[in-house]
Each structure stands twice: as structure tokens, then as C-alpha cells.
């Protein structure tokens, strides 16, 4: 297996947030991804791209712990995120998720006040501060704060589904966490929805580490600065298919200057 | 620990919360946490409960089992009871009852019930029919099973309706297929519904009627939960005493034919163990061991059938 | 459907067929139709039998305690006091651990393997049938709580709720075997129901940090609420109507006494005695009392749908 986990300059000049050590992820006896070896720095916007079944939204799970949830998932190798290997058994999954927040593909906010949406994850990491001004800060900063001011008390599910995703964007992100997971948070909304999303994505950048999954690559182009491209291959047994990571880097070398030719055709369109 | 976020976020005016502003613990697992610690009491909590919901279910498996297993001799399956006060005796008679009674209720039941699941499931609109059939069922299913029992006493045994006889094995199977046919009216429409409707349309396309696509595609395909829910259904009404107990009564004989009054394995457990004497009390474990028996036959039944259903 | 008069009709369909695809259909109506004939009939005939008793004694049939076969007064206070005590207090019991007991066969407590097992051994436990259970009551249950319920009574005597000295059968041992009637109901119903919720809402909740109780406590149950409250709903629907347990324990005594440990009486339990050697008047009363046990047990199971209709998590 050839792996290739390249860094431009830029990437190495800035502190490093997460590393990945040949993480092997498997559901039961099934391999979901084999050997990914990747180092996300601080203060960035990384983007997974790669066709479906490649394991990009498995490898991001596992960032937060979250793959706990699902029976039978297991995962070899290390993730490190400042210093600690988040799944040596000391670490609590639960803190790793109050420093690591996460955005799903599909909007899921609470059935609760849109108030309370915010104030539920604030309120479990002890928040000391004056929580109206959290909400509106939080809400103000998704961009969805002029939408919904006038009806905090009503349902979150009350909202369209852009508004929704918005609001899960300032629940992850009224947390203060240091590191924000994005899986596919656009997949299922319209054009102008998705563009908001992508403004709010950039004006990220900076004050949190962000990795996102995405399928469409011109949002990818658009929106990150380091991209690591998943595919899948045929496993070793022949039967089943695994992923593997195989380039990261800048993501306007992996666009315009990719280094494998699997990249160069998926990039061009060739598939997936 | 450090707090890096702040490194970046101290100049941005639309941040208003930084990690300042929450519990900052380090992210290894910490016992003294609240929520950790409240959590381990909650999980002891839960772990009693469980064990408290299971813990009946062993007691009474095991002494069925251990005690009325031990009771086990062929006696039992060849010989009547023996009157009270006397000692020995079996239970053939209210075995064969319960499985005649239970079978009257089958063949009433099951008809009925696939006929009305089939219309709810492929005929039904959403008009008010269709409405008060499903609410039917679901109410029919809520009334107390002692109801259905007073119902056809009321009905049929009381008015001598059938033939002039009163008291008998059909009045039973007729009070149990009351409190089966809900029961199988539900398992027959979610059956159909779980058919995918590709399979109809592909029977409507070649140019199969209605009635050949239900009969000869949609049931066939829904077949095997249809059968499983069935089989609970009838393992569930064999142990169903409360609407026996003045329907087909209770006999010390053998059956003496359908319109005659018939012993079950059930009513035989309710009359015998209140008696104050320890051979009745005997017959009626062994029954009971029997009739645990059937329930967990019929469950590990419907458990293979679901695993061969599945391939 | 206007089928055979479409254009794309090849051969018109003989008479034959469509008298076959009618028939059926008609069948199929006339066969779910008797479940709601089946229903009518059930509270036209107990209505009518109990008119009788109705005339008698009115709605105060319904506050006084007195059943007095020979004197031919009835009052059915008891037995529906005993109804309503017995399963309500019975559901009190029930719920948290039912509740509980789902929760840890959800949520990931112990491996996947181990709570199917359990989740089969609790299903099992649902189809043991209630006369077996009043059988284990009788011969087990009861008589290894009698020491404990008499040491109840010593101490706590003076409480009118164990003023007398437990006998044998009696209302609490009817209480403790409908819980353990009741446990599997709303333990299999509140797991089905926290299996239902969508995998998206429990990553939203660990996501923003929840502790795995923080998770199941603000945000699982609550968005699980409408199916468990339905669950219960019907348990104790299932409860007011159980009879066999519940005569085989309960003591059937139509004497009114506030104490758990004194025998007592429920609706069912009545019928169940009496109803089949009763003549007369009595025959009217007990359909009267069965008549309450009826529409009791309708509304709770009218309010279990409502219920779940109207808490229903509205997730997309």
C-alpha cells in the first residue's frame, strides 16, 4: 500500500491540532478504512473528498468518539489531539466531545425551544456566562439569529431545513469547542442555503480547527485550504471493498497539482 | 490545561463565549466529575432494574420448570384427574381440551382475521370505514379478556343457542377467537404493509386481477410473519383462562364431543391449585409446566421460522 | 377504477373475473366489519343486562360497598376501589422499573449480544400466562412474603394501609404479581420505543458533549415520551382487566377494608367468581360492575392512542 501524506510548507508552519496514526476503523470483522495517516492544523478549514463507501465520514467519527455509538465499531492506530491519544483508556469520550463539536449531514436539533437548543450544550459544560447573550452571540454568528429572534420559545423543528442546520452550526459552535467536525452539512439542503453555509465555513476559519466531509468538490475548492482525498479499493480478501486516504495536502495542489492519478481522475470528474 | 481556543478567538467581537466561560477539565475520565459520578449510580440503578424485571421471570421459569417437570410420567398424559381428596390421577383430558378448544378458536379466528388484515391492508382507503375497523381492533384488543367471556356466556351458553346445550368446548373456542382475532387482524396488516408494493404493481402489469394479486403474490410473500404471528396468537389464547371459566367450564371426563362442556389445561390449573389438597395442587404444576411448555415451543418456532424467513 | 374501459385494454375481462375480484372484496368487508359487530355486540349485551340493576340502584351502585347476595343489595364501591387501587399502585411500581430496565437494555450498557437475550427473556416473560403466574403466587410468592408483610403490619399498623394482619390472600400480594404481569408490557413497549429514536438525535446529544445520562434523561426519553406513556396507558388497561393472577390472590372478599394487607376484590375478580353461578338480580349487578370495568378500560385505551397520536416526536 503506498500512502503518501504530504505537507506544504504552509501546512508545517502552523501548529498541529490533530494527527492521525494509521487508523484502521472496522464494523465488526469488516474493514471500513485501512492505515490513515494524516496531521490537521490548528486553525484551518480541511476538507475530506472521495466517492461514497470510502470511509471519509467513518474516519471523521472517529475524531470525536463518536463512532462509540455504533455497535461493533472499533478502531486500531492513533488519533492524537493535543498530545493525548484519544483512545488510550484514561480519555473520557464525553470531554473529547465538549472540545470536538460536530455538524451531521442531516439537520438534528433538538425537539426543544430554539432557545434551548443553544442553552442544552451550554448549560452540561457549565456555562457561567449570561445565556441570553450566548444564544444571540451563537445564533448571530450561524447567521440565523434575524430568522428566528422573534421565536426562540418555538420547536427548532419548526424551521426550514437551512435554518435547521444553521442552528446546529451555532449549537456546535456556542460550546466554544477548539475543533468543529462538519459531515456532508450541506448534502441535504437547497443552492442558497448551502451558500450560507459555505460563508459561515470561511468566516470560521481561524478561530476553529474545522474538517469537513464533502461530497461536491467545487465546495471543497471553495471553502478549505487543506484537502485529503479518500478512495475505495478492493480489500485484500477480494470480496469487500475498503477505504484508504491516498493524498493530503493543500487543496490547491491536490486540485490543480495532484500527485496521484487516481486524484488527478476524480478531481477531473473521471468518477465518483 | 491550556485553553488554545483563545489564541485566536480573543479579537473576534462576534465570539461571545470562550472556553473561560466553561468547567474546563482535562480529557482524561475524571470520577469526581458530577456527571460521572451521577452516572455510575444511575447505571447501578438501571443494571437493578433490569435484573428486577428478569429476576420474576426466573423464579417462576424455574419452578414451573424444576417442581412441575419433576411431575412429569405418563400417567399424566393417559389418565383423568382423580376427584378431589384422591391422590394420582393425570390431566390427558384437559390436555386433548386445550388443544380441541384452542383449535375451535384457530379455525374461527384465523379466517376472520386474515379476511379483515387483507382489508385494511390492500382494500381500505382512508374513509370512515376503514377508520372504524382499525380503532375496532385496537379497542377489541383493550377489552378485558373476562368480557369476551361473559359476551359469548351471555350469547350462547346462557340462551342454549347451539342445539339446546349449554355450556361447551365451541362456546370456548368462540370466547378465545374474540380475544384472538385483533391479534390477527394486526399481524396480517403489517405483514401485507411490509410487501413491497413493486410486487403488486408487477402482478397488476402483466394483467392479474385483484383478488389473483392478493391471493397468489401479496399473501404468499407475507406468509411467513403472518404464520409467526398466528402461531403467538394461538400459544397466547392456550393459556387464556378467564374466558373459559364459563364457557366451556371444566369436566372431569373426557370430552363427550364439541357441544359438551370440555376440561383445558388452564381452567384445570385455576380449579386445582386453590383447592386445599396437594394432589390437585400437583396436577395443577404439571399442567402449568405443560403450558410453559407449549408458550416456549411455539416461541423457538416462531424464532426458527423468522431465521429461515431471513435465509 | 374504470379498468375495462380504458384504451389500453386488450380483452374486455369476463364477467367471471369481476363478479371473483367484487366478490372478494365484499368478503374482506363483511370479514373486518365483524370486528366492530363483534364490539357492538360486546357492550350491547352487557349494557342490556346490567339496565336492570341500572333501574335498581342508579349511580349510587357506584359508592356503595355492600354485596349482599342474600338481601339482594349491591354495591360495587370494593370491587372498583380494588380495581383502581390494585393496578394503579401496581402501575407505581411498575413504570420506573420498567422504564429502567429498557433503558439499560438500549443504551449500550452491555454488549449487543447479551441485552438480546435479555430483550428475549423479557418478551418470554410477557407470554407466561397470568393463571401460571397466580399459580406461583399462591404456592411461592405469597407465602414467602407473609413474614414480611406481617412485620409490616407490626410496625406500620397504625397506618390504615396495613392495619390488619395479613391472612394469605390479600390486596398487596395481587399488587406485587400484576407488577410482575405488568414489567414485560412496559418494559418491552419502552424499549421499543427508545429503539425507535433516530440515531441522528442521540449523535446531536453525545455531540454537544452529554454524558451517556445526560443524553438519556434531557434528550432520549423525552423525545421517547409519547410511545412509553401510550405503553403504560395500556398496561394499566391490561391491569384493571387482568382477572386469573389477580382472583387467585386477591382474596375476593366484597367486604371493604382500606388495608393492602386484608383481602380484597376488583372488578374481574368478581365476574370471575360469581358470575357463573349467579341468578337474577346479581346476574344484572355484576353486569353493571362489568359494564364500569368496560368503559374504564375504553377510555384508558382511548386516551393511550390520543396519547401517542398527540406526543409524537415530529422528526424529519
Known amino acids: 500500500m503506498n500512502i503518501l501524506t504530504s505537507h506544504s510548507p504552509e501546512a508545517r508552519s502552523s501548529s498541529t491540532c490533530l494527527e492521525l496514526e494509521n487508523v484502521t476503523i472496522r464494523y465488526g470483522r469488516q474493514e471500513a478504512v485501512r492505515n490513515v495517516n494524516m496531521r490537521i492544523p490548528s486553525g484551518k478549514v480541511t476538507a475530506f473528498i472521495g466517492p461514497s463507501g470510502c470511509g471519509k465520514s467513518t474516519v471523521l467519527r472517529s475524531i470525536n468518539r463518536l463512532n462509540d455509538l455504533i455497535p461493533g465499531c472499533t478502531l486500531a492506530g492513533r488519533v492524537i489531539f493535543q498530545g493525548h491519544d484519544l483512545y488510550s483508556s484514561q480519555i473520557d469520550p464525553v470531554q473529547v466531545r465538549r472540545r470536538i463539536g460536530m455538524v451531521f449531514q442531516k439537520p438534528n436539533p433538538f425537539p426543544k425551544s430554539i432557545y434551548e437548543n443553544i442553552a442544552y450544550g451550554a448549560r452540561i459544560n457549565g456555562f457561567r456566562g449570561d445565556m441570553d447573550a450566548l444564544v444571540e452571540g451563537s445564533l448571530r454568528q450561524a447567521a440565523v439569529w434575524e430568522e428566528c429572534k422573534d421565536k426562540l420559545a418555538e420547536n427548532g423543528l419548526s424551521l426550514s431545513g437551512g435554518q435547521q442546520q444553521r442552528l446546529c452550526i451555532a449549537r456546535a459552535i456556542s460550546i466554544a469547542p477548539e475543533v468543529i467536525l462538519m459531515d456532508e452539512p450541506c448534502s441535504a439542503l437547497d443552492p442558497i442555503s448551502t451558500g450560507k453555509i459555505e460563508d459561515l465555513v470561511r468566516s470560521m476559519r481561524g478561530q476553529f480547527t474545522v474538517v469537513i466531509v464533502t461530497h461536491n468538490l467545487q465546495q471543497a475548492y471553495r471553502i478549505s485550504d487543506l484537502a485529503g482525498f479518500f478512495n475505495v479499493i478492493p480489500s485484500s480478501d477480494g470480496f469487500s471493498k475498503v477505504g484508504v486516504m491516498e493524498e493530503f495536502g493543500d487543496t490547491s495542489q491536490i486540485f490543480n497539482a495532484p500527485r496521484q492519478d487516481t486524484t488527478r481522475d476524480y478531481v477531473a470528474g473521471r468518477f465518483g | 490545561m491550556q485553553s488554545p481556543s483563545n489564541v485566536h478567538s480573543k479579537d473576534d467581537l462576534s465570539v461571545h463565549a470562550s472556553r473561560a466561560d466553561f468547567d474546563s477539565a482535562p480529557l482524561e475520565y475524571n470520577l469526581l466529575l458530577k456527571h460521572n459520578r451521577e452516572g455510575i449510580i444511575y447505571t447501578l440503578l438501571a443494571g437493578l432494574f433490569a435484573s428486577s424485571a428478569i429476576l420474576p421471570l426466573l423464579l417462576v421459569l424455574g419452578y414451573v420448570i424444576i417442581k412441575g417437570g419433576s411431575l412429569m410420567n405418563l400417567a399424566l398424559f393417559t389418565q383423568l384427574p382423580s376427584p378431589p381428596g384422591l391422590s394420582g390421577g393425570g390431566i390427558a383430558n384437559a390436555i386433548l381440551g386445550t388443544f380441541v378448544v384452542t383449535g375451535i378458536a384457530s379455525l374461527i379466528a384465523i379466517p376472520i382475521g386474515v379476511g379483515g388484515g387483507i382489508y385494511i391492508a390492500e382494500y381500505s382507503s382512508s374513509g370512515p370505514f376503514s377508520v372504524f375497523v382499525h380503532y375496532g381492533s385496537n379497542v377489541l384488543a383493550g377489552v378485558p379478556s373476562i368480557l369476551c367471556g361473559v359476551f359469548v356466556y351471555l350469547i350462547v351458553v346462557s340462551t342454549r343457542l347451539l342445539f339446546g346445550e349449554s355450556f361447551s368446548a365451541v362456546a370456548g373456542g368462540l370466547a378465545l377467537a374474540v380475544i384472538m382475532l385483533p391479534t390477527i387482524i394486526k399481524t396480517t396488516d403489517e405483514a401485507l404493509k411490509l410487501v413491497e408494493n413493486d410486487l403488486r404493481l408487477a402482478a397488476m402489469a402483466v394483467g392479474a386481477s385483484k383478488v389473483v394479486t392478493v391471493l397468489r403474490v401479496t399473501l404468499p410473500a407475507a406468509f411467513t410473519p403472518i404464520a409467526t404471528g398466528a402461531l403467538l396468537g394461538i400459544a397466547r389464547a392456550a393459556g387464556e383462562t378467564a374466558p373459559l371459566i364459563f364457557t366451556a367450564l371444566f369436566a372431569f371426563y373426557w370430552p363427550e364431543g364439541l357441544l359438551r362442556p370440555i376440561a383445558t389445561m388452564s381452567v384445570l390449573v385455576f380449579n386445582y391449585s386453590i383447592m386445599p389438597y396437594e394432589a390437585q395442587n400437583q396436577l395443577a404444576l404439571a399442567a402449568s409446566f405443560l403450558l410453559v411448555m407449549l408458550i416456549l415451543l411455539a416461541n423457538l418456532l416462531v424464532h426458527q421460522l423468522g431465521r429461515l424467513a431471513r435465509g | ?316
Not at chain 3, 373475473?17 to 357492550?43: E, N, Q
Not at chain 3, 340493576?53 to 343489595?73: C, E, H, K, T
Not at chain 3, 438525535?201 to 458533549?209: I, K, Q, T
Not at chain 3, 394499566?236 to 383481602?263: C, D, H, K, Q, W
Request: net charge neutral; proline share 5%; charged share 10%.
Open chain 3, 1 to 316: 377504477m374504470a379498468e375495462s374501459a380504458s384504451p389500453f385494454t386488450q380483452r374486455r375481462r369476463t364477467w367471471k373475473d369481476r363478479a371473483l375480484d367484487h366478490g372478494f372484496h365484499w368478503l374482506s368487508v363483511v370479514l373486518a366489519s365483524l370486528v366492530g359487530v363483534v364490539l357492538i355486540a360486546i357492550l350491547v349485551v352487557v349494557f342490556g343486562g346490567s339496565l336492570e340493576a341500572m333501574v335498581a340502584y342508579g349511580f349510587n351502585f357506584l359508592i356503595r360497598s355492600s354485596w349482599d347476595p342474600i338481601n339482594n343489595q349491591y354495591g360495587a364501591f370494593t370491587a372498583i376501589y380494588g380495581t383502581l387501587v390494585s393496578s394503579i399502585l401496581a402501575l407505581l411500581i411498575a413504570v420506573p422499573l420498567g422504564v429502567g430496565s429498557a433503558v439499560f437494555i438500549t443504551e449500550a450498557f452491555l454488549p449487543f449480544g447479551i441485552r438480546k437475550i435479555i430483550g428475549g427473556m423479557v418478551e418470554l416473560l410477557a407470554a407466561i400466562p397470568s393463571v401460571v403466574l397466580g399459580l406461583w403466587a399462591i404456592f411461592v410468592m405469597e407465602p414467602t412474603l407473609r413474614p414480611l408483610l406481617s412485620d409490616i403490619h407490626e410496625t406500620l399498623g397504625w397506618i390504615p394501609l396495613f392495619s390488619t394482619a395479613p391472612m394469605g390472600p390479600g390486596m398487596a400480594p395481587a399488587v406485587l404479581i400484576l407488577v410482575v404481569m405488568l414489567l414485560p408490557i412496559i418494559t418491552c413497549i419502552s424499549r421499543d420505543t427508545l429503539d425507535q429514536v433516530p440515531v441522528e438525535l442521540r449523535f446531536a446529544a453525545y455531540g454537544v458533549g452529554s454524558s451517556r445520562w445526560q443524553s438519556i434523561i434531557k434528550i432520549i426519553l423525552p423525545a421517547a415520551i409519547s410511545g412509553i406513556a401510550g405503553g403504560v396507558l395500556l398496561a394499566l388497561g391490561r391491569a384493571m382487566g387482568e382477572t386469573m393472577a389477580v382472583t387467585m390472590i386477591i382474596g375476593n372478599s366484597t367486604n371493604f377494608s382500606f388495608s393492602l394487607l386484608a383481602p380484597g376484590n376488583t372488578i374481574a375478580s368478581m365476574l370471575a367468581n360469581q358470575f357463573g353461578e349467579a341468578d337474577g338480580l346479581q346476574v344484572s349487578a355484576l353486569l353493571y360492575a362489568a359494564l364500569v370495568l368496560m368503559v374504564l378500560t375504553l377510555l384508558v385505551n382511548l386516551l393511550a392512542e390520543w396519547v401517542v397520536r398527540r406526543l409524537r416526536l415530529h422528526y424529519s
